[in-house]
């Protein structure tokens, strides 16, 4: 049984004192759904006092990217070792890192290494932009990202991974997916992409998460066999909506 997980990736929202407020709002209703593993992700100026008020709260910190380097000179990076003093978790391979800042299936596959190697568990981004879902490509595009970015990881230490499903045209546009696209490209791109990997028990053992314009309004509709969870941007930063998300993965 695969636990539910959210998470919400603030991107470039919020100074500390804001998300100190953020925090404080969100905190009682995230508390009360143990049964689900949930996850902020604030800029990394705000890792340290975030993740200074989660303590003992059973809910997790998690930085939005990470260099895969562990020191040196790699001017404005931060690497997984200082990721792992203040996280558990780290989002690997946005499409905002993909579209923006070059990111590639190369260097998502370094940084999913380096994560796995100091037990950081890395949420990877995998999606189709719009113009390749026209194209009819998801399944060429998205099962590529998986098995390039996820190949060649010790078999012992891949379910740690988790991978979230976001269609770049549904980012941020509040044009989702819907559940029944999202869930046929987890069955029948995503698993089988890691059961041709890893095997298939391993396959069905990761939680696959959707992100994509995600609000209280149509999170339950995702969560079920397949998706385990969400990754959750602009409604991250609302509290209300945010712990109805949370509410709604719970099995
Ligand atoms: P959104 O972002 O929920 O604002 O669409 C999702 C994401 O980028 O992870």
Known sequence: MRKPLVAGNWKMNKTVEQARSLVEELLPGLQKVESVERVL????????????????????VGAQDMHWEASGAYTGEISPQM?????????????????????????????????????????????????????????????????????????????RVVIAYEPVWAIGTGLAATSEDAVNVVRNIIRPALAGLYGPDTAQAVRVLYGGSVTSANAAEFFGDEIDGALVGGASLKPGEFVKIVEAAVR
């Open 83 to 159: 990721v792992k003093e203040l996280c558990q978790y780290v989002i690997i391979g946005h499409s905002e890192r993909r579209t923006y800042f070059g990111e590639t299936d190369e260097s998502v596959h370094k940084k999913v290494l380096a994560a796995l190697a100091v037990q950081l568990t890395p949420i990877v981004c995998v999606g189709e932009t719009l113009n390749e879902n026209k194209a009819n490509r998801t399944a060429e595009v998205v099962g590529r990202q998986v098995v390039d970015g996820l190949k060649g990881i010790q078999p012992e230490l891949f379910p």
């Open 41 to 60: 992700c604030p800029p990394f100026t705000s890792l340290m006092p975030v993740s200074a008020m989660l303590m003992g709260s059973g809910i997790g």
